[in-house]
């Protein structure tokens, strides 16, 4: 299945240029075939387009950038993704740094009727700070380093039960979700939207992100949903596809979701409507 596979990988970014730095410097030593990246930009300014700028002769990188109109997550991810031509979607936080291993992991378990989501390791505001003005690269520790050399002071307390690198690292990984006789992968606190990759016939088949959905919130969980609803199952591809999650402060703007559609498959306004739309302005 990988041979056949085109990563897209669409990192979505909002006036970090620092943390969106550190994630494609880790992209960059990503092991295994080349993929594509977008960089998925809510309305940041020149920073972050000089960052884009460094790295786009380095990667296969392009930078989708909307005007800055409050948080529109769920309409910038269905924008990013008509800008990419890979068969299968990854959608990853501008400020959650991939392992080297990331993206060969992903390959590995994109299997027919599976999505994938992952695990991420919250990283203390003093040590993400380290890591932003080294920049440290914790994107090529080992899992023994995490588990063993790092203190605990470099962790936030932040769901503190999975937040331990034995768990997100595991020396030895025992299981994957996706065999027939493991359970299907519940993320920690149901967060999807810092890594989950997707086939794109998949992610056409629910429309995309409903974007409906705006402020903080709620667009990851509403897609898995749907795509559980249209059959598929939830995978984790193993401890190379944990992330680490660069502090921050709390979003700013909570999310308003939409009304729930009980049962549906398809996003009421997703990337359907937004290719209409964008046909109308041409």
Known sequence: MSARLKLSLIVATY??????????????????????????????GEETAEVVDRWVSRLELS?????NDGFRKARLLNRAT?????????????????????????????????FVASKRLHLSPRFSERVLSGPLPVWRWSSLRWIVSAPRELFTSHHRQANRPGVLFPLRDRGRPWKPREP?????????????????????????FDMRFRGWDGEDVDIADRLRRAGLRCGWPGPD??????????????????????????????LRELTQELTRIR
């Open 184 to 208: 299907e992968f519940r993320p920690p606190y149901n967060g999807y939207g810092y890594a989950l990759g997707v086939f794109r016939e998949d992610f056409e088949r629910v429309n995309g």
């Open 241 to 270: 596809a944990s992330v680490v999650h660069l502090w921050h402060t709390p979003g700013k703007q909570p999310a308003s979701p939409p009304p729930r559609d009980a049962g549906a498959t398809e996003a009421q306004v997703g």
């Open 63 to 67: 930078h989708v950038w909307l005007p």
């Open 15 to 44: 006036e970090r240029p620092a943390a969106l730095d550190v994630v494609l410097r880790a992209l960059f030593e990503q092991r295994g075939e080349p993929f594509e990246v977008v960089v998925a930009d809510d309305g940041s």
């Open 82 to 114: 008509l800008a990419t031509h890979g068969n299968y979607l990854v959608f990853l936080d501008g400020d959650c740094v991939p392992r080297r291993g990331f993206a060969d992991a992903v390959r590995r378990a994109a299997l027919p009727g599976w």
